[in-house]
Nanobody, 121 residues
Framework: QVQLQESGPGLTKPSQPLSLTCTVS??????????WSWLRQPPGKGLEWLGTIRYTGSTYFSPSLKSRTSISRDTSKNQFGLQLSAVTPEDTAVYYC?????????????WGQGTQVTVSS
C-alpha cells in the first residue's frame, strides 16, 4: 500500500522560502507513468494544484505560482519536495502531496495527511 507523508516547518516568515518534503513508501516515485503532485488548501478556500513531478523527473506548475515554485526529488530516499519562494500570508494553507496513477488518470489515488503551513511574522 502506498503511503505519502508531508513534512516541513509549520511556521514561515514572510519573504522567506518554504521547503516541504513528501516521503513515499510502498511505491517508487520512479515507477513508469506515475505523477507526483503538490496541492494546498487555504483556510476557507478550495483546493489549489501547485505543481507536479513526473516519474521521469520532469516538472510543471500552476501558471499563477510558476515564477516562485519548484519541485525536486531524491530517488534514493523516495522523496520529492516543494520549494516556494518569497512567501506571504496568502500562502498560509494545508499543503498536501498526492499521486496520480498515470498521465490520463485525472485524479489522485493516494494522498498525504497534509501539513499546516502558517506564514506570519
Amino acid at each position: 500500500q502506498v503511503q505519502l507523508q508531508e513534512s516541513g516547518p509549520g511556521l514561515t516568515k514572510p519573504s522567506q522560502p518554504l521547503s516541504l518534503t513528501c516521503t513515499v513508501s510502498g511505491g517508487s516515485i520512479t515507477t513508469n507513468l506515475y505523477y507526483w503532485s503538490w496541492l494546498r488548501q487555504p483556510p476557507g478556500k478550495g483546493l489549489e494544484w501547485l505543481g507536479t513531478i513526473r516519474y521521469t523527473g520532469s516538472t510543471y506548475f500552476s501558471p499563477s505560482l510558476k515564477s516562485r515554485t519548484s519541485i525536486s526529488r531524491d530517488t534514493s530516499k523516495n522523496q520529492f519536495g516543494l520549494q516556494l519562494s518569497a512567501v506571504t500570508p496568502e500562502d498560509t494553507a494545508v499543503y498536501y502531496c498526492a499521486r496520480t496513477p498515470g498521465p490520463n488518470g485525472g485524479f489522485y489515488d493516494y494522498w498525504g495527511q497534509g501539513t499546516q503551513v502558517t506564514v506570519s511574522s
